[in-house]
Every structure is written in C-alpha cells, then in structure tokens.
C-alpha cells in the first residue's frame, strides 16, 4: 500500500525505528564530546579520566621545585613581587635533608664564602620579620671541641676561625669534663669552646617560611614529582604526573635531585653529589643536664654529639656518596657508631631510641650554587648547600630574589666580597 508521497506505508515503522537508533547515537556523540570539553576547561578531574593530564593556564611568574628550606625560604622572598607556585615530590614539605638537619647555627663552620652567608643570615635569625614567626628561632648552645692525647694540634685549625664577634676559646680541660660529664678524662687533653654556637628551631623556621609564602599569594602543591621541563616561547612547562603548569622563570631547589631537574631542563650539570649522614638518638647518663650542654665535638674525627629533646644524638660525621634516595641507615654504620661512642666517651648504650640519615649534597668546592643557568633561559639553581643550607638560608634566598628580579647581589653581599661569580654555575663548568 502507498500513499501519495509514493510512501510505502507498510515499512514505515521500520523506517522510523531506523531513524530514532540513528538520532540516538547521534545524541550519544554529541553527549560524549560536550562531556568532553566541559571536562577539559572547566570540571575537576573526574574518577574515570584520572590518568589524564591536566594543563593550568595561569603563567606563573616563578615555579619553585622543591619545599625544602631552600626552596621555602626562596618562594617566601619571591612572592613578595610575583606569582608563585612550589612544587613538592614529597607529601611534605622538608622531607629530606631540611628535616634531618642538626640544626645548628655558627658563623664559624665551613669554607670562607659559606662563613661569610651565614654571618648574613644572623640578623635575620635574631631578628625575624615581623609576623613571621611565634617563637625566637635560636637558643642558646654552645660548641665545645676536644682532642685525644697526640692531637692537641688538630684544634688550632678552629681556633684560627676566632674572631671578634664570634670567640672560640681555649679551656682547661678540668673545666671541659666539669662542663660535659661524659667525656673520658683519657681521652681529653684539649678543650676550646665557641659560646656563640646556637640551636636553630628548623620546624618553626620551615613552617614560617611556608606561611609566609603563602600569606604573600603562594601556592604550594605536594606529592608531585616532576617528569618533564620544556621551554617554548618564553615560558616554562613544568609537569607533573598529572598535571603542567607554566611559568616564566623556573627555580630549582630540588636539593639533591637537582643535578636530575637539571638534566631534565637540558641545562648545565654541576657535578652534585649526595652524601649520607648517620645518627643516632641514645639516652643521656643520668648526671647529665641536656638543657645545659653544649654541642661536643671531636678533633680526632669529624664526629659530635648534640643534646636533642632531653636524650643525645650522635653522628659519626661520615659523607658517603649516595644516589638520590630516601636514604636509610647502614646497619654497619650504626654498629660501629655504638661502639665509637662507648670507646671514646662514658655514655653507656642501652638502646638506640632512634636512627636514621640524611642527604647531604655538594659541588666540588663546597659552596651553593645559585644564578642563571648559562644554557637554558630562565632556568635558575639554588642547590649545593652541603650541610650549610639551613644556616645560609635568609641570605640566600635574599639574594636569589634580588637576581631574579632583575636587581644587583643585597648590599650586604657587596660589602663581604661577594659577588654573583663566586655563587655562579659557570664556576663549575
């Protein structure tokens, strides 16, 4: 049967249904590519598309990489003028070597350009921001070193780092083992002691760092590793195994992963090398003050012991070249670090309450890296610190902002001779 539209008016429900499964997958596409694009410019990551990779199109004016103290105090200085992201491999800010730091401040430890940060760094200490912190940042400790029959000469080494501002003294060695009951008297036959040896509080530094940042328009984001830097016109892409986010200038304090951002920049390599560092926390002799007791350490190794929350935390001093890890203890190490701290001093050890190491990481001179890659634009360090990168923080990080705002090296960097050379990465090259 057909009716005038020359229709077979018989098939037409099939036609129709025809028709309706066409319009359906129609609809059905058109579905999925608005769900598509309203995933891809306005909705969070959804639970069925999290391996995709989301692009941020803010354009930062500065990416840290890396929360650690370096890269705190950095973001703290640089959002005061500019746009900043920190990013953090870790779930926490200062997991590595920042939270495994002895946390000791002197003007007196290490080469001459690291002496010469860290006596910039002490105003800041003594005298913080205002706001910037609760609670003072250092208290007093005191450093007393010794020596072992034969080797009273090695102690002439610190003694020439006396200065006016910051004494180190000779004292009798009656007075040392009155001081610090611990010591072995036959096993002490020099003493000289640095009164202005402090404690730094390394947590309320790193969390009033962070704060800070924060308060100044910051961002901060963790448990992102990076897996790629690229630099297309003028600006950086820096991505995460979920995300990119872009900025114009990319600050790397990845501490002792930074010789590997480097590399995925396509900058320079600095020759960054990881060392271990062990300790211990062991109960304290019952006639022990740890309230009162100074640092103590040994001329004949480059061990020490530090009173630490009522109990001692000993370290062999040892710099084993590591890859970059979270690094553990060696099993032998603690062994025979048990056994060096009950030949050389009267601490019985009952138990380690305690262990664990730390990364500490170096170029070949021991100074930090900080400025300008030479290769790539825009690509600046801030790496190298050794175990000095918590006492030469505020200055540091005062002088990389003034560099990646366009500005000269602080006056006071001026003034002590330094200049942006002597922290350069082309020194290294």
Excluded at 195 to 203: E, L, S
Excluded at 317 to 339: H, S
Aim: hydrophobic content about 45%.
């Amino acid at each position: 049967m057909a009716c005038s539209l020359g229709i077979d008016i018989s098939s037409l429900p099939q036609m129709l249904s025809e028709l309706s499964h066409k319009t359906f997958i129609v609809s059905m596409h058109l579905i999925k590519l608005a769900k598509y694009f309203n995933y891809a410019y306005r909705q969070p990551m959804r639970s069925s598309m999290r391996s995709c990779r989301k692009v941020h199109f803010v354009i930062y004016d500065f990416i840290v990489i890396g929360a650690g103290m370096a890269g705190a105090s950095a973001a703290f200085e640089l959002a005061e003028d500019g746009k900043v992201l920190v990013i953090e491999a870790e779930s926490q800010p200062g997991y590595h070597s920042t939270g495994r730091s002895a946390a000791l401040f002197t003007r007196n430890y290490g080469t001459e350009l690291v002496r010469n940060i860290n006596a910039l760094s002490e105003p800041f200490f003594r005298t913080p921001p205002e706001s910037f912190t609760d609670c003072p940042l250092l208290s007093p400790r005191g450093a007393l070193t010794i020596s072992a029959p034969g080797e009273e000469a090695k102690l002439d080494a610190v003694l020439s780092l006396s200065t006016i501002q910051n004494p180190i003294i000779e004292m009798a060695v009656e007075d040392a083992i009155a001081m610090v009951s611990f010591l072995r008297p036959d096993r002490t036959s020099r003493a000289i002691y640095e009164v202005g040896v402090t404690d730094i509080q390394v947590a309320s530094l790193l969390q009033s760092y962070l704060k800070g940042a924060k308060n100044r328009g910051a961002n901060i984001i963790t448990n992102a590793p990076i897996i790629a830097l690229s630099h297309t016109n003028r600006v950086w892409n820096v991505s995460t195994g979920k995300n990119t986010y872009q900025a114009k200038t990319v600050i790397n304090a990845a501490g002792a992963w930074a010789d590997e951002i480097g590399a995925l920049a396509g900058a320079s390599h600095i020759g960054l090398v990881a060392k271990r560092r062990t300790a211990i926390i062991v109960d304290a002799p019952l006639d022990c003050d740890t309230d009162k007791l100074p640092c103590v350490d040994f001329a004949n190794s480059e061990a020490y012991i530090k009173p630490e929350a009522g109990k001692l935390m000993v370290s062999p001093g040892d710099a084993t070249p590591t890859p970059p890890q979270d690094v553990q203890p060696d099993e032998m190490d603690l062994a025979v670090l048990a056994d060096w701290v009950e030949r050389e001093t009267l601490i019985p050890i009952r138990r380690i309450s305690h262990s664990w190491a730390g990364l500490r990481s170096f170029v070949a001179d021991e100074n930090p890296v900080m400025g300008y890659d030479p290769i790539v634009p825009n690509f600046v360090w801030h790496a190298g610190q050794g175990g000095f990168g918590i006492m030469m923080a505020p200055a540091l990080a005062r002088a990389l902002a003034a560099i990646c705002l366009g500005h000269q090296l602080p006056a006071d960097f001026t003034a002590s001779g330094i200049s942006a050379t002597d922290l350069g990465v082309s020194r290294l090259l």
